[in-house]
């Protein structure tokens, strides 16, 4: 596992240490270790059955961990119930009170805190302005929300106890894309402004992306990687990583020789001394038609396809090394059929040591 923020760090909010959980025999979270940051946005993604869910239950206090400890500001809060926790967790169902109005919603956690009406409602309608909800909106029956507003209340009814923790689970997951877009970028917002810990975990690479100061990502109940949008999409750790990151071509790398390109990287190339056994990583935009002079790794390819991506185009490359993915901007002439030259810098790319 690699950690490669490389900042100074933050105070501690949560530390994760050797949480395993166990279903018969089965190990669905294997001695996960981690340090969440204080007013940290932090995602973990993984593909399905990886163990994401497990984990934010136990975090949440859902469920017990079969091994290990967790720690909230330095105290074990382990084996502590969820509702005594400073937390608060918004899921995917969202489970909001449908036969009940959004002012009842938002209100619910201070309500059963015994405190006084007039105090939650000017709480209440502060949420919804932390939402942006209008207070029209107080009134109002859960069942005539859309789902983006349903998703606004389920987020004032969480922020409502003032959790130091939030954790989200797969909260946008339901809805459509446009909404998703713009619930992605408020959400971070939100998080900015209340600068409270979110933990939130998705399956969509792309909400990670967008929205987290750092990634975890796991596999088989493991978090292989933990790192930035950047580090994690530049300099994977493995090629499992590279490929759940996106589009991407991967090249077998033996004492430095490209072996699909039967060619040896350049003396002094900076990967020559880390990785000179394993694969080069080659993202789609680092790709491109070259002159015999620019040097680097070049070889002939037969564009098979070309996919408008708006601002830019995805062509897929017949090549000695099979098929390749490259990215163009969209004023790029080539055209399927077409046989050109194309080449990457391998001092660009980044290497695996497998
Ligand atoms: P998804 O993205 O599909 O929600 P996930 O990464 O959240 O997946 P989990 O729900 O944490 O994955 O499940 C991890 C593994 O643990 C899966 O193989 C799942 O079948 C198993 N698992 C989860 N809960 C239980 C349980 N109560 N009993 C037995 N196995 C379980």
């Known amino acids: 596992m690699t950690d490669t923020a490389g900042q100074a760090p ?7 240490q050797g949480l395993s959980r166990q279903f018969g025999t089965f190990k669905a979270l294997d001695s ?65 009170f449908d036969h009940r109005s959004v002012g009842e919603n938002v209100e619910f956690a201070l ?9 939650r409602h000017a709480r209440a309608l502060e949420l919804l302005d932390l939402v942006q909800l209008g207070h029209d909106y107080h009134a109002r029956p859960v069942t005539q ?7 606004r209340v389920a987020l004032a009814r969480a922020l409502a106890s003032d959790p130091e923790i939030l954790f989200f689970d797969e909260p946008l997951s339901a809805l459509d894309y446009r909404l998703r877009k713009t619930l992605e970028v408020e959400l971070r917002e939100l998080q900015r402004r209340t600068g409270r ?3 939130y975990i ?47 071509n991967i090249f ?59 601002s830019r185009v995805q062509l897929h490359l017949d090549s000695v090394a099979g098929q ?12 399927a059929g077409q046989t050109v030259r194309f080449g990457f810098d391998p001092a660009l790319a980044h290497c695996v040591p497998e």
């Open 252 to 310: 077998e790398l033996n004492k430095g020789h490209l072996t699909a390109f039967d060619q040896n990287l350049p003396a002094g190339n900076r990967f020559m001394t880390a990785v000179i056994n394993g694969h080069m990583v080659v993202r789609p935009e680092m790709l491109h038609p070259v002159q015999p002079e620019d040097g680097g790794v070049q070889f002939d390819v037969t564009v098979t396809e070309v996919f408008h991506l708006g």
């Open 202 to 248: 998705t399956h969509s690479l792309e909400e990670a992306m967008v929205m987290s100061d750092r990634i975890g990502i796991m596999r088989d109940g493991g978090l292989v990687q933990i790192g930035t949008p950047a580090e994690i999409y530049g300099r994977p750790g493995d090629r499992f990583v590279a490929r759940f990151m996106g589009e991407v």
């Open 145 to 151: 929300c859309s789902g983006g507003e349903r998703q």
């Open 111 to 119: 309500k059963m805190r015994g405190r006084p009406k007039a105090e």
């Open 10 to 16: 933050k105070p501690v909010a949560l530390s994760l």
């Open 324 to 335: 390749l993915v490259a990215e163009l901007p969209a004023s790029s002439p080539l055209r």
């Open 197 to 199: 810990t979110f933990v």
């Open 32 to 96: 996960v270790s981690l340090d969440i940051e204080e007013g940290e946005f932090f995602t973990i993604v993984g593909p399905s059955g990886s163990g994401k869910t497990t984990l934010l239950r136990i975090l949440a206090g859902l469920d017990q961990p079969t091994a290990g400890r967790l720690l909230l500001r330095g105290a074990d809060i382990t084996k502590m119930p969820p509702n005594k926790r400073p937390t608060a967790m918004v899921f995917q169902s969202l489970a909001l």
